[in-house]
């Protein structure tokens, strides 16, 4: 059975940190191209960053470059966020994505909270 579990969402004050986590399985994690997305009220969800399988090559939406870093650790099924110097407009519920290129195995988590407010 594939689960994907995020954890590490919260209320935090702008300018704050959190660490997103997202624990796997029920696949094989190291053969996945790995995601974070986000979807705020109203809007439509969208990219966050992303990670290649073997964790060497990330992109990241330009919103967040050099606030936020995707990381990735292939003996534990997991796949992280840290997130730096948060703005009110992070808000939104945070989705993992697992994604086995060029197959249809895709997987979402169910996804986490975060929001940034005084």
């Known amino acids: 059975q594939v689960q994907l579990v995020e954890s590490g969402g919260g209320l935090v004050q702008p300018g704050g940190s959190l660490r997103l986590s997202c624990v796997t399985s029920?696949?094989?994690?190291?053969?996945?191209?790995m995601s974070w997305y986000r979807q705020a009220p109203g809007k439509e969800r969208e990219l966050v960053a992303i990670?290649?399988?073997?964790?060497?090559?990330?992109n990241y939406a330009d919103s967040v470059k050099g606030r936020f870093t995707i990381s990735r650790d292939n003996t534990k099924n997991t796949m992280y966020l840290q997130m730096n110097s948060l703005k009110p407009e992070d808000t939104a519920v945070y989705y993992c994505?697992?994604?086995?290129?060029?197959?249809?195995?895709?997987?979402w988590g169910q996804g986490t909270q975060v929001t940034v407010s005084s």
């Open positions: 990670i290649a399988s073997a964790g060497g090559t990330t």
């Open positions: 994505y697992a994604d086995r290129r060029f197959t249809r195995n895709k997987y």
């Open positions: 029920g696949f094989t994690f190291s053969s996945y191209t």
